[in-house]
């Protein structure tokens, strides 16, 4: 019995060939159909040079469990989140390892209407399965059949706006030679059938698995200057890049300035509300008062979740929530089967340009004045839960508000901040925001002070 190391909390990555290969991937494949035993699974790859030979091993394995798999071909992971609960089928994989490094490669596991399958709910025991290799023999092996699931996840996109409403703009699209170019022309094309005014500067768009211009991952302060010049060339309205997976995208406003995830919350949740009041939004603990302010300025109600997808994706399904968001570019939505999708935010928020009439950076900037944050800070320590311990007597004196649904969060009145372990990295993150009509202290002052005792 070998042990595999490409299991993660959420799901499979690993270093090719060490970690994952060919034989492993088969394994999976196989114990996935095995411990389920769908009819039909829906299957798609990215861009990497390795994913395709990865898929085809997959493929494999489920035929070999007596599975009928439909062969996606190239896509991002929302394509087969998509294909999982539109389609007649009981799960779906996706073979990416989204922004990591050139040598690794990875899967994304969902079962029927593209549940969730993570480390607590099935990841485990196909862990368990491909490593012990006691598979058992079936009469019938599965088929194997390619399908194209773009003009149907096209036409789904088509439903998160309203063509006639839509105002003239420019928008520059920065795919990063990920998984995301063959959807842009797909759009593009569509926005011209339906005469939407809507101009695409395409930039990187070209799925190339050498990644000529590096691992897409716009998180990365380094990766974000190819948006943001094209955005400025262009006197485009907003810039949108992608990482290699296209599930999290990244926006840029007219005058080329990132956005924090953090107010993307805030727009989007405005979005939705924006159709109908009432609506229930879900936000993960690290930044929440500015979600706080949108959601309660446009009639919604505000639902506070641990972050990580697993997490988000039962309290949505709990409230019938109609959009979840988390400060790291995940974006959740009711009618997406609670999936995270890299296309529909940029989609919502092009309906909020348009309705508004105001520009983006107009609508994010008073965001941004009335609660201004750190983003997020990383700290390797030795100890995080004694680093907490510390930092939470430290300040017991102050008698903040203290919450404890996801690391802890200690709050002032008029500044608060998050501080938690990561889900997958031995770092401790911290969040800081503030008030700034009661509190013209500057950030930086909070950033200091936390950082000096961390590392004290």
């Not at 991937?25 to 009819?39: T, W």
């Not at 944050?373 to 903040?400: L, M, R, W």
Request: with cysteine; aromatic share 8%; net charge negative.
């Amino acid at each position: 019995m070998s042990k595999i190391t490409c299991f993660k909390a959420y799901d499979i990555r690993g270093k090719l060939g060490t970690e994952l290969n060919e034989e492993i991937a088969y394994k999976i494949g196989r114990a996935y159909g095995q411990i389920y035993q769908p009819k039909t699974v829906a299957i798609g790859c990215d861009i990497r040079l390795s994913s395709e030979s990865l898929k085809q091993a997959t493929i494999r394995g489920l035929n070999d469990a007596g599975v009928n798999v439909l062969d996606l071909g190239m896509t991002g992971t929302e394509e087969v989140y998509f294909a999982a609960f539109h389609l007649d089928v009981q799960g779906g994989i996706e073979v990416t390892a989204s922004h990591n490094p050139m040598d690794y490669n990875g899967m994304k596991l969902v079962r029927e209407n593209a549940r969730p399958i993570s480390a607590d709910t099935g990841l485990k025991d196909i862990q368990a399965l491909a490593e012990s290799g006691e598979f058992t023999p079936v009469e019938h092996k599965g088929s194997v059949q390619s399908y194209n699931i773009l003009p149907e996840f096209i036409e789904h996109l088509m439903t998160y706006i309203e063509p006639s409403k839509i105002r003239p703009m420019k928008l520059v699209m920065n795919a990063g030679n990920g998984a995301a170019g063959h959807v842009v022309d797909a759009i593009e094309q569509k926005f011209q059938s339906l005469n939407i005014p809507v101009e695409l500067v395409k930039i990187h768009n070209d799925a190339d698995g050498t990644f000529p211009n590096g691992i897409p991952n716009p998180i990365l302060v380094e990766n974000r200057d190819s948006t943001r010049n094209a955005v400025l060339e262009h006197q485009a309205d907003m810039g949108i890049a992608w990482d290699g997976d296209f599930d999290r995208c990244f926006l840029f406003d007219e005058k080329g300035q990132f956005i924090e995830g953090y107010y993307i919350v805030g727009l989007l949740a405005q979005a939705f509300l924006l159709k109908q009041t009432g609506e229930k939004i879900v936000h993960d603990p690290r930044l929440v008062w500015n979600t706080f302010d949108v959601v309660a300025q446009y009639q919604g109600e505000a639902i506070q979740s641990k972050s990580g997808h697993a997490f988000i994706k039962d309290v949505m399904r709990e409230h019938n929530a109609v959009y979840g968001g988390e400060m790291s570019a995940h974006h959740y939505f009711r009618d997406f089967a609670y999936c995270d999708s890299g296309m529909i935010p940029w989609l919502l928020v092009l309906s909020v340009l348009s309705e508004t009439g105001q520009s983006l950076s107009s609508l994010v900037e008073e965001m941004i004045a009335k609660f201004p944050c750190s983003g997020e800070i990383n700290f390797k320590v030795a100890d995080t839960q004694a680093t907490i311990q510390k930092i939470f007597e430290h300040y017991a004196s102050q008698n903040p508000t203290i919450d404890q649904t996801d690391g802890v969060s200690l709050d002032f009145g008029t500044w608060r901040f998050n501080v938690r372990a990561s889900n997958t990295e031995p770092l401790l993150r911290l969040n800081i925001e503030s008030r700034r009509d009661q509190n013209p202290r500057p950030m930086q002052d909070y950033v200091d002070e936390l950082t000096q005792l961390i590392q004290a």
